[in-house]
């Protein structure tokens, strides 16, 4: 399989004059969309999608006719992974070929294998010189840093591949010896990676191949100037592929700037979330939301609430615990050990209910998750796809609930509009059976639980300091005999005579 050439010929590409990064432009006939061709209509607040000159290949029935290394083909066997999703059979045949991606669809719909595989296949049978990856996955938190690498790490291991996770909240110096070392893929979020860029601990010259993941999160989150300047380093020849949920104008500018003829599979999310969720506005009086939340977050089973400040999911957890609910917290005050060792009680069982900021919105992917609940409404229609793409992942069901204050209705009938999503309202107290029927809310035991605290990971000491190095240095000699030995006062204590006894 030749994974170095391109059906798609990017020799257009040149300098764009007004880019101060010395980026790379496609030239306007190149452009997605260009050439008189006239654009497919948008949903609104989405740009249109682009048109796409070279005719996409026919979409895979299963894995085994995607022209893949024997040992992927096995590996995704091993790991049951029988037949593709729709992204992933409408994407991989154009994707393995080098063609450009740009997949838009409702999170938890395959994605990361949709890239995944195709990134790994092409990047088989290469090596890395060290500091210098072949293969760049860009996402937005550390959350789905972990995530990807999770997910990916099986089928790279059965291809001989270096997988490296540059994120931030994490020893720097690891990340860097990891880099080092020789990785071909590297996952990272933004600014880590330029950090280390910095630093001189790595190059993107190699990088050949190019994957923005969640690219409508990075835009939210304000990391588009680093974005852009990370893929203005890599191989202006090489393949980039584009994943997003929703595709707003500052999407637009990457497709536009850095996609050359991409294949475009798109799937509105809100249709998605439509046939595989059901969506309820339940109306609680202001008086009653405490108690409506805890009885929900009492239910069986696991549930994620989301709140709108760090400090009031502080306090709701607290209070859930001391009600009985094995509660924790996941915000961005927490270190990344903190929220590394929260999501994994939640995925075990050890705690039943997430309680999370927006942080959680992504990167969070947890088998039978049935119930998301917006204590606190989003703001803004983006925010509620993502939030609800925490459940009914991979076509399973389930359930985003919504309570809604008297004041707050109008604002969620026009967030739902935008969402294109007819939710069923409903109006609901405590203890009611209609609030049991529609979540699962039951009263809650009433017994004080606690959740064993995250245990914070103490940086080791970098092998460049002077003090470590006397440190080891003591170490090495009191293990040995050797040294001076000390009294717990510090002054050196008289050695014994080699012939005397004791």
Do not use: W
């Not at 072949?134 to 291809?159: C, F, G, I, N, S």
């Not at 270190?335 to 990167?363: E, H, I, Y």
């Not at 970098?462 to 006397?470: D, Q």
């Amino acid at each position: 399989m030749n994974r170095t050439s391109r059906p798609n010929d990017r020799s257009s590409r040149t300098r764009s004059a007004g880019s101060g990064r010395g980026g790379y432009r496609p030239q306007a006939s190149n452009r997605s969309g260009g050439g008189g061709k006239r654009r497919r209509p948008a949903p609104q607040g989405e740009f249109a999608l682009p048109v796409t000159h070279t005719p996409a290949l026919p979409p895979a029935e299963s894995f085994a006719e995607l022209d893949m290394p024997a040992a992927l083909l096995t590996s995704l066997t091993a790991e049951g992974v029988t037949n593709p999703f729709p992204i992933q059979a409408a994407t991989l045949p154009n994707s393995l070929a080098g063609r450009d991606v740009l997949g838009r669809g409702r999170t938890g719909s395959g994605k990361t294998l949709a890239f995944g595989l195709a990134l790994l296949a092409r990047t088989a049978g290469q090596r890395a010189e060290p500091g210098k990856p072949l293969a760049l996955v860009l996402v937005p938190t550390r959350e789905l840093a972990q995530q990807v690498t999770d997910a990916l790490t099986p089928y790279a291991r059965a291809l001989s591949l270096r997988l490296a996770t540059v994120v931030g909240g994490m020893s720097i110096g690891r990340q860097a010896s990891a880099l080092r070392g020789g990785a071909e893929v590297v996952v990272a979020t933004p600014g880590r990676l330029k950090d280390l860029i910095g630093r001189g601990d790595c190059r993107l010259d190699q990088v050949g191949i190019t994957v923005l993941d969640e690219a409508d999160q990075m835009a939210d989150m304000g990391f588009m100037p680093q974005v852009t300047a990370l893929l203005d380093q890599v191989r202006p020849e090489g393949q980039r592929m584009l994943f997003s949920a929703t595709l707003d104008r500052n999407v637009d500018l990457l497709v536009r700037r850095y996609l050359t003829d991409p294949v475009v599979h798109s799937v509105d999310p809100s249709a998605g979330a439509v046939t595989t969720m059901e969506h309820h506005l339940l109306h609680v009086r202001d008086a009653d939301k405490h108690a409506t939340t805890t009885e929900i977050a009492a239910r069986e089973g696991r549930s994620i609430m989301f709140l709108d400040t760090k400090r009031a999911v502080d306090k709701l957890t607290k209070h859930l615990l001391n009600s009985g609910v094995r509660a924790a917290a996941l915000h961005g005050g927490k270190s990344q050990p903190q929220r590394t060792r929260t999501l994994t009680q939640f995925k075990t069982g050890q705690v039943t209910v997430l309680v999370a900021t927006n942080v959680a919105a992504r990167g969070i992917h947890v088998d039978n998750l049935d119930l998301v609940v917006n204590v606190d409404p989003p703001t803004d229609h983006k925010d509620y796809l993502h939030r609800g793409g925490r459940t009914a992942r991979a076509g399973e069901s389930g359930s985003v609930v919504t309570l809604v204050l008297p004041n707050q209705r109008r604002e969620m009938d026009r967030l739902m509009a935008d969402a294109g999503i007819t939710p069923q309202s409903t109006q609901v107290r405590s203890g009611e059976a209609e609030l049991t029927r529609i979540t699962g809310a039951q009263a809650p035991s009433g017994i004080p639980v606690t959740i064993a605290a995250p245990v914070v990971e103490r940086p080791k000491r970098s092998g460049s300091s002077t003090r470590g190095r006397r440190s080891r240095s003591a170490q090495a000699r009191r293990s040995s005999g050797t040294g001076t030995p000390r009294t717990t006062s510090g002054a050196p204590q008289r050695r014994r005579s080699a012939g005397k006894t004791s």
